[in-house]
């Protein structure tokens, strides 16, 4: 079984969200897609399977399948483009949370995925605690979003991460108007063994729409203010968000199983 690492939301290695992509021709059984994932030990690794005119894609964590991957997509995207399609203008995938769709654009490759609502709550002493930051204003979808009041505050975080484990959504989210770029954020990931993720590009549908409505404007250049750091370029369309991204390859590999 070959496998491609790329590193997703960057321009060259060594940055970005590293993703492990396999294509293949059939899904092989689920427990070793879980082994494979929890031997990369990366955020995700994607697999993908050609269908017709269109790849069924499925992503796994170190601990379990999730329904929804932005990196892992990118990824998969640049290793289809350059590898198997170079003469598609556009990728479908069929995934647990739908159809989306992937074109090159330049550098860039660009994605079309559902945007979440984001639903105001109240910050609760649990979020205070567990981020140890003042939050002006705290936002659930899928994704726990908290509101911070500076870039500095979000790039200094230093988070409890199983009080963070014990808050709602599936990741926990944090983020503040940026100075170079429109936003800044940072995302953590304790219930699927993800402390930290480098780049995320699921979140960043709850992270963008929130933005688009507070900045007035439907395109966004966004940073991740990870160690590793990424950029992303979204654009806020109605029910849609487009995020946009380049990715950089590091290796490829034989997988002896």
């Known amino acids: 079984m070959k496998q491609f690492i790329v590193d997703a939301f960057t321009d060259k290695v060594f940055g970005g969200n590293p993703a492990g992509v396999c294509v293949l021709e059939n899904f092989p059984p689920e427990e070793l897609m879980r082994n494979i994932a929890m031997e990369n030990n990366f955020s995700e690794t994607a697999f993908a399977v050609k269908d017709g005119n269109f790849y069924r894609l499925r992503w796994f964590t ?8 932005g990196h892992a997509t990118l990824a998969t995207a640049f290793v289809l483009f350059n ?52 939050i002006l204003e705290a936002y659930i979808a899928r994704d726990l979003l908290m509101v911070l009041e500076s ?23 944090v983020t503040a108007a940026g100075k170079d770029f429109d936003c800044v954020s940072r995302v953590f990931a304790p219930k699927v063994k993800v402390p ?3 780049v995320t590009g699921s979140t960043h549908c709850l992270i963008a729409p929130y933005w688009a409505e507070r900045l007035g404007k439907k395109k966004l250049i966004a940073r991740q203010a990870s160690a590793r750091g990424g950029v992303l370029h979204c654009e806020v369309l109605g029910e849609r968000v487009k995020i946009s991204g380049n990715a950089a390859l590091f290796a490829v590999a034989d997988l002896k199983i």
């Open 83 to 134: 590898y198997y399609e170079q003469n598609l203008p556009r990728i479908e995938f069929e995934t647990l949370s739908g159809k989306f769709f992937v074109e090159r654009k330049g550098n860039l490759f660009e994605m079309d995925f559902p945007a979440y609502v984001p639903k105001k709550i109240p910050v609760t002493d649990a979020m205070q605690d567990a981020i140890n930051a003042k």
């Open 196 to 198: 930290e993720d480098p």
């Open 151 to 173: 870039a500095e505050a979000v790039e200094k975080l230093s988070p409890n991460l199983d009080k963070l484990e014990n808050l709602e959504g599936l990741t926990q989210a």
């Open 62 to 69: 170190p601990a379990a399948e999730v329904d929804f991957c």
